[in-house]
C-alpha cells in the first residue's frame, strides 16, 4: 500500500532564516505530488505541483520554490523566511483524480 | 478563476444528529472531491464525486454537476465525525490541481 511522509512534523525558526522540509511517497512509481499551504482557520492554498522528476509548476510566487529530486521526493524550500510563511504546510500525491494527504508540517515562523 | 463556496461555515450537533453540507462552485469541473480533516489537522479523502451519488456507511455525498453544487451527508453523527470538511474542486486539463473551499467546522457533543 501507498504512504505518505513529512517532515518534520513541526518546525519554529526566526525571520531570515532558511526552510528545507521534504516529502516522500512510498508504494507507487510516477506520482503527481502537491505542495499545500493552510494559515490558521482557512482552506487549503496550493503552492506547487510536480509531474515528473525536475519539472515543477508554481501556482503562487512567493518567496518559496520547490524541487523534485527523485521520483518520489518533493522538497519546499526558502532562502528567507517570513512572518506570513507560517501555516500547516501539506504534501499530497496522486496517480489520477484522488489526491492523498500527509500528515503535514507546522511551521512558526517568529 | 473558480470560486468554491461551502456552508454553512460552522456546525454544532448533538451525538445521532443528521446533517448536509453544501458546497457551490463557479464553473464547470470534472474533479470533485470531499475530505475530512480531523483535530489533529491530517487530511482524509471521503469522496471523488464530479457527479451522482455516492454512499460510504454514514456518509453520502451527491454532486448535481449541472447545477453546480454538491451535497455531504452525514447520518447519526459521531463525536469522532468533529473537524472540518472541505470540498475541493478541479478543472479538466489541470494536471489534478485542485481548489479548496473554505470548509465547513463540524463539532459534534455527546
Known sequence: SQTIHQWPATLVQPVGSPLSLECTVEGTSNPNLYWYRQAAGRGLQLLFYSIGIDQISSEVPQNLSASRPQDRQFILSSKKLLLSDSGFYLCAWSLTETQYFGPGTRLLVL | ???????????????????????????????????????????????????????????????????????????????????????????????NKLIFGAGTRLAVHP
Request: glycine share 10%.
Open chain 2, 1 to 95: 478563476g473558480i470560486q468554491v463556496e461551502q456552508s454553512p461555515p460552522d456546525l454544532i450537533l448533538q451525538e445521532g444528529a443528521n446533517s448536509t453540507l453544501r458546497c457551490n462552485f463557479s464553473d464547470s469541473v470534472n474533479n470533485l472531491q470531499w475530505f475530512h480533516q480531523n483535530p489533529w489537522g491530517q487530511l482524509i479523502n471521503l469522496f471523488y464525486i464530479p457527479s451522482g451519488t455516492k454512499q460510504n456507511g454514514r456518509l453520502s455525498a451527491t454532486t448535481v454537476a449541472t447545477e453546480r453544487y454538491s451535497l455531504l451527508y452525514i447520518s447519526s453523527s459521531q463525536t469522532t465525525d468533529s473537524g472540518v470538511y472541505f470540498c475541493a474542486v478541479g478543472l479538466s486539463g489541470g494536471y
